[in-house]
Nanobody, 119 residues
Framework: VQLQASGGGLVQAGGSLRLSCAAS????????MTWYRQAPGKQRELVAT???????NYADSVKGRFTISRDNAKNTVYLQMNSLNPEDTAVYYC??????????????WGQGTQVTVSS
């Protein structure tokens, strides 16, 4: 199982970006899909998570600005980021709880995508 994240880039404050993360390989099911971010010199933090049924949870710092969604048919999770500010600058990582070919549930991580917000 592999997760491929994309969609990062450089944007001005107030702008928007949409991140995508697609899971591929031998996949029999995906429970939660989560976005994390890690800014320079800081610990990795949870940004948003979505479960298989569609329920979502957000960090307080992004509530009302970010929206997480998923396409179960494509095994893909998205993160729509609006009203970006410089504090959102970080490497964004996706994680998925996957039932893979080993027939056991485990977490898989994507490679990270850089988001830079200029003031």
């Amino acid at each position: 199982v592999q997760l491929q994240a994309s969609g990062g880039g450089l944007v001005q404050a107030g702008g928007s970006l949409r991140l995508s993360c697609a899971a591929s390989g031998s996949i029999f099911g995906i429970k939660s899909m989560t976005w994390y971010r890690q800014a320079p010199g800081k610990q990795r933090e949870l940004v948003a998570t979505i479960i298989a049924g569609g329920g979502t949870n957000y960090a307080d710092s992004v509530k009302g600005r970010f929206t997480i969604s998923r396409d179960n048919a494509k095994n893909t999770v998205y993160l729509q980021m609006n009203s970006l500010n410089p504090e959102d600058t970080a490497v964004y990582y996706c994680k998925a709880d996957v039932l893979g070919g080993s027939l056991s549930w485990r977490d898989y991580w994507g490679q990270g995508t850089q988001v830079t917000v200029s003031s």
